[in-house]
């Protein structure tokens, strides 16, 4: 019954960039921390971004720390993510997903048990 769907995925230039939303419902939102994972393919799934229940606290991965923003709308179930600067090696399937807040503020794809379809971002060179 919970569900999240990402969107804004598509093809850019490198240099250009890109904004990813995740609406969810059947889940207390501003109960869950939200996280965006990528994975290429014949890659290890990556923690990108992640943000607390209330969007106070935020965590970026080094490989796009100072080019992207995550951020969340509790009035509407909604987390982004807005990405800049892209590069090709940011080519990758994008999911968002939830999990229940902890000690410290996640980004293990282990520590997040609900999570969208995906959807792809290609950036050419």
């Known amino acids: 019954q919970v569900q999240m769907v990402e969107s804004g995925g598509g093809l850019v230039q490198a240099g250009g960039s890109l904004r990813l939303s995740c609406t969810t419902s059947?889940?207390?939102?501003?109960?869950?921390?939200m996280g965006w994972f990528r994975q290429a393919p014949g890659k290890e799934r990556e923690g990108v971004a992640s943000?607390?229940?209330?969007?106070?606290?935020?965590y970026y991965a080094d490989s796009v720390k100072g080019r992207s923003t995550i951020s969340r709308d509790n009035a509407k179930n909604t987390v982004y993510l807005q990405m800049n600067s892209l590069k090709p090696e940011d080519t990758a399937m994008y999911y968002c997903?939830?999990?229940?807040?902890?000690?410290?503020?996640?980004?293990?794809?282990?520590?997040?048990?609900?999570w969208g379809q995906g959807t792809q971002v290609t950036v050419s060179s």
């Open positions: 059947g889940l207390t939102f501003d109960g869950y921390v």
């Open positions: 943000i607390g229940e209330y969007g106070r606290n935020t």
């Open positions: 997903a939830a999990g229940q807040p902890r000690r410290w503020l996640s980004a293990l794809a282990a520590d997040f048990g609900y």
